[in-house]
């Protein structure tokens, strides 16, 4: 168990040197890219071989199709050809992804003990150690002797990007290839795995000064139509728990937002809908009926699109958005959905259990730098995300002078922070649904509680695993629309608490937990001055 245990700090360790390589590779593509801008407006992409680097040796001697001309030729051949030999000779990736609490971890551990594989996950805010309530990080029980990567790989303070991502990854599955595993990669991050499965855009990164445009932009424009603009109103958005919104690509804003992203009140859909018709008069009209529609009140989302339209006038994000220039693997997909009330029910059931569980002691540890911390800019992705934000401001604001202290902490505070993050998964949960209904190659498969639906679940994905070619038959759980009725038992939805119920032991010892902690912020300032 002790060499185990060796062997696995290891392999941490030799992810976190390559996650330190991905992310000075970032640097440098950015800077090499804001410089080309400032000697030539008129550059705004780098050579492919800069935004996307150049694969090892490996990939070929794995079996891969190499990154060169040939690859190109017979990546577009296989994505216009089905049937295409080129495309069966493509080493399989599994990806496995479905809402928070669907039952991720479970699925794919039987999945990796079927098919001798290694778990890559794609989670933005399970990459940080320490956070590991909060996040329902897969534990050492729960991965069962079965590989795990990009976990506990980043401390808090660090960021991380889609970009940073897609390096990992790439490189993960090439040294698990080599292995002679398969690579599976896990997770709820919409934006890493359509980078990962469809490629990295070719877009332009924001600056200081194209951001500064944007908002300029939108002031001016709110200004003139008399909606005032209250930057306090700006959700966060995408799909990354940590809201950071990924400023990096054409991405949905990361993270993902993890507060309460869809603040539809009049004046701010007002401001929305004025900002999705300057989308449509740059030339994107696509893109402006799927802001209107799909991703209504994601404000990073809104940004970057006005980014990247505003540096590249007369182009649209379809045209910049991803070089085809053919995949190197066969990347077989999956969505694991529930019924919706009862997703919501497992939902709310473990956030009880975050918070019983230590999740208010874990913000205090790991993210107290941040504590009082009101400028968005100064967070970081682990600081920003759900549960953990609402934690930090509301420790501040009781520990501040004027805040009433550790005495004013009640059993009702306990369960305020306790709805505010289950109503933000929830939230999460819908974006992601939401996401991947409009990704086309992921298919959607149902699952339910038990060993044999568990069995059942994993046989049918083994079997279209094992295919020569993914299934090209409608998938009707994704077309599926919710009917009247279930439409109005989701409206008549209600949180019921199963473990904080008021007048109960959890509750009032989360609630000295909680005053306890405030205490400890006021004496950590105290001591300061």
Not at 129 to 139: C, F, I, N, P, S
Not at 308 to 325: F, S
Not at 354 to 382: F, H, N, P, S
């Amino acid at each position: 168990e002790r060499e185990r245990e060796r062997e696995r700090e290891r392999e941490r360790e030799s992810e976190r040197e390559m996650c330190s390589f991905a992310r000075e590779r970032e640097k440098v593509r950015t800077m090499l890219l804001r410089l080309a801008v400032r000697i030539s407006p008129s550059l705004r992409t780098l050579p492919r071989e800069l935004v996307l680097g150049q694969r090892s040796r490996s990939m070929c001697a794995s079996g891969a199709v190499p990154r060169g001309e040939s690859a190109s030729r017979a990546g577009a051949e296989a994505t216009t050809n089905e049937n295409s030999p080129v495309a069966s000779r493509r080493p399989k990736v599994l990806v496995l992804t479905g809402p928070t609490a669907v039952g991720k971890t479970a699925t794919s551990i039987a999945l990796a003990k079927a098919l001798d594989g290694e778990i890559i996950s794609a989670d933005s805010v399970q990459v940080y150690r320490g956070l590991d309530v909060g996040t329902a990080k897969v534990t050492a029980a729960e991965m069962d002797g079965v590989p795990h990567h990009c976990i506990d790989i980043l401390d808090v303070s660090e960021e991380f990007s889609a970009g940073m991502f897609h390096g990992m990854a790439e490189a993960l599955i090439e040294e698990i290839l080599g292995r002679g595993k398969t690579p599976i990669v896990v997770g709820g991050t919409g934006l890493y795995l359509r980078w990962l499965t469809q490629g990295r855009p070719n877009t332009p990164v924001a600056t200081p000064e194209s951001e500064a445009v944007v908002k300029r932009a939108l002031r001016a424009l709110f200004e003139r139509e008399g909606a005032a603009d209250d930057d306090d109103d700006r959700p966060n958005g995408d799909l990354d728990r940590d809201g950071d919104g990924d400023g990096d690509g054409d991405g949905d804003g990361d993270g993902d937002g993890d507060g309460d992203d869809t603040n539809d009140s009049d004046e701010n859909g007002r401001r929305w809908d004025l900002a999705v018709g300057l989308v449509a008069s740059l030339g994107d009209a696509e893109t402006a009926e799927r802001l209107r529609v799909q991703e209504r009140m994601n404000w990073y989302r809104m940004h970057r699109v006005l980014d990247i339209l505003m540096q590249c006038p007369g182009k649209t994000l379809k045209e910049l958005d991803r070089q085809q220039e053919g995949a190197a693997y066969d990347f077989r997909c999956w969505f694991l959905v529930r019924d919706r009330v009862e997703l919501y029910r497992r939902i709310d059931y473990r956030v009880e259990l975050m918070m019983t569980g230590g999740m208010l002691t874990e913000t205090y540890d790991q993210l107290q730098d941040y504590i009082g911390v009101e400028d968005d800019d100064q967070m970081t992705c682990a600081s920003r995300s759900i549960g953990y934000r609402d934690i930090l401001r509301f420790l501040w604001e009781r520990a501040k002078p004027g805040g009433g202290g550790a005495e004013s902490v009640t059993a009702d505070d306990v369960l305020h922070l306790t709805s505010l993050t289950q109503a933000s998964t929830r939230q999460y949960s819908h974006r992601q649904m939401k996401w991947f209904r409009g990704e086309p190659a992921f298919r959607w498969l149902l699952v339910d509680d038990g060993e044999d639906a568990l069995r059942a679940v994993t046989r049918t994905i083994l079997d279209q695993f094992d295919a020569p070619q993914p299934s090209s038959e409608p998938d009707p759980l994704k077309a599926h629309r919710m009917t009247k009725e279930e439409e109005r038992g989701m409206r008549r939805y209600a949180t019921e608490m199963r473990v904080l119920k008021e007048g109960s032991e959890a509750l009032e010892r989360c609630a000295e937990e909680l005053a306890r902690l405030v205490g400890r912020v006021r004496d950590d300032r105290a001591n300061e001055k």
